[in-house]
């Protein structure tokens, strides 16, 4: 092409605190509408001047695309999400508006998998907390230090067997784990136990993995009744989205030990994390990281690539969202 005018106009539509950080390899295909860089404007000023040439909307992170921001992009017609987690855009005016929605699809299923795996360990091994106390100069006071419990032989269940909960299934079956799950409804391919609901998964579990989109019908999926059929010795790590749990009855399982630990790596209200949990041997804390390495932001880059390139020449997308 002969130059910028030439390529396809594309919107990065993100949060000031969100960075985009892909744009070297965008430059060679898209000319980038950046508002919150290219334009001392007001968002609303910058979008209106340029409203009739965006097709393309790029969501960083959890930017919310709602119908504010749609209704300044008439011209829209699809919004191509940078994450897993779909939850911060409006879905349904995406169908009354006809335009199409993709997702990370598998950019980050094995990544997220591996460290809900290293979570899993992490809590039932106590691997930090024993950091914790060869680091504070307790091993010489204390010599012993209290028992971890075995990973091979647990009875896993999985809230929400997509492509992440695959990928954990996978692994821990290799572990010698047993796998069970619950979703939206059985898969006619899978071979593992089905559950219709969590709470008779959590039954029969010693371990809750939650990887599930979260959707109206999802929220606090994870609640008090869950936990106390998960019992005492049962371990949650999610690593999907926060408000998927009760938090405030998940601090209290805790503190009362009605369970017996989490791997959390998502929160109801992020930053901020239930102080009460600080002190908690038994609970692994993460900053909402499980899904960045590298080497999936590179496959991060293929996939909003390949949709959009797909999508100017009218080829299928690589991971759309059913919106009906």
């Excluded at 907390?129 to 419990?149: E, K, T």
């Excluded at 929160?267 to 994390?273: K, R, T």
Aim: net charge negative; glycine share 8%.
């Amino acid at each position: 092409m002969s130059g910028t005018q030439d390529l396809p106009v594309v919107l990065i539509h993100r949060l000031p605190t969100f960075n985009f950080f892909f744009k070297s390899r965008f430059h060679n295909h898209f000319t980038l509408l950046n508002p919150p860089l290219d334009s001392p404007d007001s968002i609303h000023a910058f979008l209106s001047r340029h409203a009739a040439s965006i097709r393309a909307l790029v969501a960083v992170g959890p930017t919310p695309v709602n119908s504010q921001t749609l209704d300044l992009l008439p011209a829209l017609e699809i919004v191509v999400c940078s994450s897993a987690g779909i939850d911060h855009v409006d879905l349904l005016e995406c169908r009354r508006r006809g335009l199409l929605v993709t997702s990370a699809g598998n950019a980050f299923s094995e990544d997220v998998a591996d460290y809900s795996v290293a979570l899993l360990i992490d809590v039932l091994r106590r691997v930090s907390a024993g950091n914790r106390f060869v680091r504070d100069g307790l091993w010489p006071q204390h010599g012993s230090y209290p028992l971890g419990s075995k990973l091979g032989g647990k009875r896993v269940g999985i809230v929400g067997l997509g492509s992440i909960g695959s990928e954990v299934a996978k692994r821990l079956a290799a572990f010698g784990c047993s796998i069970a799950y619950t979703s939206r409804k059985k898969k006619s391919a899978v071979s593992y136990p089905f559950y219709e609901n969590v709470h008779d998964l959590a039954a029969d579990s010693n371990v809750l993995i939650v990887c599930c989109a979260l959707t109206d019908q999802t929220r606090r999926i994870i609640n008090k009744d869950v936990m106390t059929a998960l019992g005492k010795e049962g371990v949650i790590v999610n690593v999907g989205r926060g408000a998927l749990i009760d938090e405030k009855e998940l601090v209290q399982s805790l503190l009362r030990g009605e369970i017996g630990g989490a791997g959390l790596d998502v929160y109801e209200n992020e930053p901020y994390v239930p102080e009460e949990l600080f002190t908690l041997d038994n609970v692994v804390l993460s900053p909402h990281v499980s899904v960045l390495t590298p080497e999936s932001f590179e496959a991060l880059q293929d996939v909003i690539i390949g949709n959009l390139l797909a999508f100017f020449s009218n080829k299928p997308l690589l991971s759309p969202v059913q919106l009906d």
